[in-house]
């Protein structure tokens, strides 16, 4: 049997501060402790294919946009939220191992834009079937419609956080 860090953690400080509302942490702390766990499988994932959940980021992001696969560095940087010297570094890794090719713009030649080049385009093809296959069977404990509630949750709480401010309870 596992322990419950999580339980743990309330527990010591229901013990400890009874007159404090730790209840938050059962929240805040797994997701904490659920992003480090996604952050060891993805790793895992993506090794052999010699890719890092960044670099995996920037080909899903160029993917998704549709043909031709390609975008100005600095809107993929704005979309994976990434410094622009961050995604130089990305993309010249990615270059490196022929996933991504820089072409001229079309409209400014002076602007170079990042493109898949066909082996990236099917190695992302790839690794998203099984990548949201295996995020999906491990969802698979929730009923019908659970997982749209949950992610709208999420999204509540995700806005709250961008925005500094506490939320209204709904519902």
């Known amino acids: 049997m596992s322990t419950d ?28 402790r ?15 294919h010699g890719l890092t959940l960044g670099l995996f980021d920037v080909l899903a992001a160029l993917r998704r946009l549709g043909e031709p696969f ?4 600095s809107d993929l940087a704005e979309t994976v939220m990434l410094t622009s010297g ?28 990042a493109r898949l080049s066909g082996e990236g385009h099917d190695l992302i093809d790839g690794l998203m079937a099984k990548h949201l296959d295996r995020w999906l069977s491990r969802l698979g404990w ?8 949950f992610a709208g949750y999420l999204r509540e709480l995700e806005a709250t956080l961008r925005s500094g401010a506490p939320q209204p309870a709904t519902g």
Do not use: C, K
């Open 142 to 149: 929730l009923r019908p419609g659970e997982m749209e509630a």
């Open 70 to 73: 390609q975008a100005r560095p």
């Open 86 to 113: 961050g995604m130089t570094g990305r993309l010249d890794h990615l270059e490196q191992l022929g996933l991504v090719v820089r072409v001229p713009d079309p409209e400014d030649r002076r602007v170079m834009l």
């Open 5 to 32: 860090h999580v339980e743990v953690i309330l527990a010591q400080w229901a013990r400890e501060r009874p007159d404090l509302d730790a209840s938050s942490i059962g929240i805040f702390g797994r997701i904490s």
């Open 34 to 48: 659920i992003d480090r766990l996604f952050q060891q499988a993805m790793a895992e994932f993506l090794r052999p």
